[in-house]
């Protein structure tokens, strides 16, 4: 059976909702049904749903909330991401602390908006996760920035820590994708989460750092 295209041509990006409440489901299944180019696949109330629509469906990008009932957003992207079906998870929430932001990257989200955001940046962002970019909201993004300026020194998660001494290595994304045996995509992410907390713009920098740190 073949995936149908838009009236472009373009096989659209599938997408399954995660989300408790109902009116927001339906405010997003509205919002991304009025594009040519994203199509919204599945929807669930909760994380052990997610997973079971998400195994059985196999979409493109997982919108996912965070507080939800049963098996929030940040175990059912854990689970989600063990199984390796090529998934990609967006995290949508109301949340902009730091911590749930780090255990959301550590799980394997991608990306991190927020629900305050304009619609169109929900748009863009799923848009650049089927890229291979890793969109975070400039507020989560500040999170990440407070949590290093309030330490005197940089709290990297250990899988960030590995990331930057590969980066360090001279290792490209695919390859250090292969060496953690994660996706290319979840290195993506993490180096997105490791060069706002520790204050660089590139990769360079970000080998420079890691050198002058002991990584």
């Known amino acids: 059976m073949t995936t149908p295209t838009n009236v472009q041509g373009t096989v659209p990006i599938r997408v399954v909702l995660v989300d408790d409440h109902a009116v927001i489901r339906a405010g997003l299944e509205q919002l991304l049904g009025g594009t040519d180019d994203i199509e919204v696949v599945g929807t669930a109330a909760n994380g052990a749903e997610a997973l079971d629509v998400v195994r059985r469906i196999k979409p493109d990008v997982v919108l996912m ?5 049963e098996v929030d957003g940040v175990a059912a992207t854990r689970a989600i991401m063990s199984e390796r079906l090529g998934v990609d998870v967006l995290v949508l929430t109301s949340f902009s602390d730091s911590e749930r932001i780090i255990a959301a990257l550590d ?11 304009d619609p169109d940046d929900v748009l863009q962002g ?3 996760v089927s890229r291979g970019e890793s969109p975070i909201h400039p507020k989560a993004a500040r999170a990440l920035l407070g949590t290093r300026a309030g330490s005197p ?3 990297l ?3 960030e820590t590995e990331v930057l001494t590969l980066v360090r290595e001279g290792l490209a994304n695919k390859q250090i994708a292969r060496r953690l045996d994660i996706s290319e995509r979840t ?6 989460s490791a060069f706002a907390r520790i204050g660089v713009a590139d990769r360079t920098q970000a080998a420079l750092w890691a050198e002058r740190n002991g990584l």
């Open 65 to 69: 909330d965070l507080q939800m009932p």
């Open 107 to 117: 799980a394997g989200a991608v990306g991190y908006l927020l629900k305050d955001a």
């Open 126 to 128: 799923i848009r650049a």
């Open 153 to 155: 020194q940089v709290q």
């Open 157 to 159: 998660t250990a899988r």
């Open 187 to 192: 290195v993506k992410a993490h180096l997105t």
